[in-house]
C-alpha cells in the first residue's frame, strides 16, 4: 500500500518486479517425446470434427426443423 503513495515510480517499480517474478517460471528443454506431422495432423482433424460435426447436423436437418409445428404453450 506504501508503494501507491511514492507516486508513478514506486507503483513502475513494483509492477516490473511482479512481471520478472512471473516470467521466471518459463522452462525452455527440449520436449521428451516428439510428435511427428501424421500425429499432428491426426488430432486437428478430430478437434475440426468434433467442432463441426453437430454444427453441419443442424445445419443438415434445418428443413425438417422448419416443418415442424411450434409447441402450443
Known amino acids: ?3 501507491l503513495f511514492r507516486g508513478p515510480t514506486g507503483f513502475l517499480i513494483r ?3 511482479v512481471l520478472q517474478d512471473h ?3 518459463v522452462c525452455s528443454k ?3 517425446d516428439l510428435i ?6 491426426l488430432v486437428m482433424s ?3 470434427l468434433a467442432l463441426l460435426a453437430p454444427a453441419g447436423w ?3 436437418h434445418i428443413p425438417v426443423y422448419r416443418q ?3 409447441p402450443d404453450p
Open 15 to 17: 509492477t516490473k518486479t
Open 23 to 25: 516470467r521466471s517460471n
Open 68 to 70: 415442424r409445428s411450434s
Open 36 to 41: 511427428g506431422p501424421g500425429q499432428s495432423l
Open 1 to 3: 500500500m506504501l508503494t
Open 46 to 48: 478430430v478437434f475440426a
Open 58 to 60: 443442424i445445419m443438415h
Open 30 to 32: 527440449p520436449p521428451k
